[in-house]
């Protein structure tokens, strides 16, 4: 059976979490969260192609998202480039490429212009990360309950 579920807006996401347990809630915030740092990378990986195209090399594989240490309530993501010679693809050029430099690189501001694209359109982002990851809840609690009651 196919489930279908409509979320238009964020007063619709704070009403979903108000109705969870506190520890389902919290994970699905996480999830969320997560999901809107996955965007970014994502964004930042289209517009780095379009303003460098022929020197991205490893800087685009460079590219992650790590969870920050924070409040749990309130988790915090960063998209970062790895760099350092221990790192598979070492991404440490990228602000040289976003700033340029005084010889020579002119500034792309990539990921600059990826934050403000994402945060153009962030409602609808949050909105369609939270189905998801709910849905994605929803799925394994169902499959916990199944399993159970075999």
């Known amino acids: 059976?196919?489930?279908?579920m409509q979320i238009s807006g964020i007063d619709d996401v704070k009403n979903i979490l108000e109705e969870m347990t506190p520890?389902?809630?919290l994970n699905l915030i996480t999830a969320t969260t997560r999901g809107i740092a996955t965007e970014v990378k994502k964004e930042a990986k289209q517009t780095a192609k379009a303003s460098f195209n022929?020197?991205?090399?490893?800087l685009l594989k460079s590219l992650s998202v790590k969870k920050r240490r924070s409040d749990k309530y309130k988790p915090t993501f960063n998209v970062t480039f790895e760099s350092g010679k221990s790192k598979k693809h070492?991404?440490?050029?990228?602000?040289?490429?976003e700033h340029g430099t005084k010889d020579g690189i002119r500034a792309t501001h990539f990921m600059r212009k990826a934050r403000l694209n994402v945060e153009i359109s962030?409602?609808?982002?949050?909105t369609q990360q939270f189905t998801k990851k709910l849905e994605s809840s929803i799925k394994r609690e169902l499959k916990?309950?199944?399993a159970k009651n075999k």
């Open 122 to 126: 962030l409602d609808l982002i949050i």
């Open 1 to 4: 059976t196919m489930m279908s």
């Open 144 to 146: 916990k309950q199944a």
């Open 90 to 97: 070492d991404g440490f050029y990228w602000h040289f490429l």
């Open 54 to 58: 022929k020197r991205s090399g490893n």
């Open 23 to 25: 520890k389902k809630a």
